[in-house]
């Protein structure tokens, strides 16, 4: 099982609710071949959102709205200057198990071409954690 934690970051103008996975910030669970990870952000309780988008991305981590991606993930590291998935996202399929959430299935996406394999050297495989905690954790977003 995974421990989901969200912590405020700010960067420069920015303030968001940064998701860490077993301590370690969701986008250092991606890593290249020199040991660099994604630039991207999680879209939680960006400061530059207005509540009702806030709302739409919390109902997407929860599996309780439709995502935006026709393929039903749900963008979890979005551009870090915009937040549009248009730039591109590391998306994952939220799936609801009983007392669990399980992240799994990961792929680039951008919403207007095909989903991609994510070439990462280093990339997560599922994530599993405690339904109660990670709802409670992503909640923290409204």
Not at 26 to 40: D, I, K, V
Not at 107 to 117: K, L
Not at 127 to 138: A, G, H, P
Request: net charge negative; hydrophobic share 35%; with cysteine.
């Amino acid at each position: 099982m995974n421990k989901i934690s969200t912590v405020r970051v700010t960067r420069g103008s920015l303030t968001f609710l940064e998701i860490e996975v077993d301590g370690i910030p969701l986008a250092h669970h991606f890593s290249g071949r020199h040991g660099s990870h994604p630039s991207q952000l999680p879209p939680l309780c960006w400061s530059s959102a207005n509540v009702a988008h806030r709302a739409k991305v919390v109902a997407n981590f929860l599996a309780e709205g439709p995502s935006e991606l026709d393929s039903g993930r749900v963008p979890v590291l979005v551009c870090e200057e915009c937040g549009d998935i248009g730039c591109g996202a590391l998306a994952v399929r939220v799936v609801r198990e009983g007392e669990h959430i399980r992240w799994t299935d990961w792929a680039y996406e951008n919403g207007y071409e095909t989903a991609q394999e994510i070439t990462w050297s280093k990339r997560p495989g599922d994530f599993v954690f405690d339904r109660k905690t990670y709802e409670s954790e992503i909640r923290k977003a409204l």
